[in-house]
């Protein structure tokens, strides 16, 4: 089992408690661009606190939420999102493990990085339609990935893409061309939020990606197109999605 973890004390600014605390080891750490002022190091643990009642920003006023967790109240949308690889025995890094029917898309919303603990798509392009918990303006997708020793199935070109109804005023003004389109459904339309390169590493498990809010707009539906993986013929491996904003 992993030994990695995040533990976050953050009240809500209502509450108006002076404090705020937080451990999390190295390979965990999706606060980097929301830090406390006292920190320390000891090894690969970190811990951040702060005492007293200090200012923050609008868009630090809301507590840290995956809104496309399903713990928070995410799901998958099944029209939107590829077809899961079927197999029912695959060979993963020269390791052979059975593929469940549990791991249905709805594993990469799922808490945990275990070896195997994935959702596998066919091929290397496809794309996961998520239904948030809330409508938010989206400020980073993080993308999860077990410490394995090959990477080839792992997700390599990412689209984050939020969906608006297709007569919407967005899907005009900001209307884009200049990357392939996946398949937004016939009532929506697809505004480009973001276009990375995921970058697998043994020793990072998480990659955050910040994201430029748009203008003002607010998203409850999101789609991540995959348009590439890193080498392997078969499948796409997808272990963690997680979408943070302000709502």
Request: proline share 6%; aromatic share 10%.
């Amino acid at each position: 089992m992993s030994t990695d973890f995040v533990f976050d004390v953050s009240p809500p600014p209502s509450l108006k408690l002076p404090f705020e605390f937080r451990v999390f080891t190295s390979r965990l750490d999706i606060f980097s661009s929301n830090r406390l002022p006292t920190t320390s190091t000891w090894g690969h643990y970190h811990v951040e606190a702060y005492f007293g009642r200090r200012p923050r920003p609008e868009s630090e006023s809301s507590p840290i939420i995956d809104y496309a967790s399903l713990s928070a109240g995410g799901r998958t949308i099944k029209a939107l999102t590829s077809t899961t690889y079927s197999l029912t025995q695959r060979k993963l890094y020269g390791i052979f493990s059975k593929v469940r029917e549990n791991h249905s898309p709805a594993v990469a919303l799922m808490e945990g990085l275990e070896f195997g603990q994935c959702w596998a798509f066919h091929g290397d392009a496809g794309q996961l339609g998520i239904q948030l918990t809330h409508a938010i303006r989206v400020s980073s997708l993080v993308v999860g990935h077990a410490n394995i020793s090959s990477t080839t199935s792992a997700p390599k070109k990412l689209v984050l893409w939020g969906l608006k109804p297709a007569n919407s005023d967005l899907c005009t003004v900001l209307r884009d061309v200049d990357t392939p389109s996946p398949d937004f459904g016939s009532g929506h339309c697809g505004i480009r939020l973001l276009s990375v390169i995921h970058k697998p590493s043994s020793s990072t498990l998480y990659q955050n990606f910040t994201i430029t809010p748009v203008s003002s707009h607010y998203f409850d539906q999101l789609l991540v197109q995959i348009l590439e993986n890193w080498g392997h013929p078969s499948f796409t491996c997808i272990y963690r999605i997680q979408i943070y904003g302000d709502i």
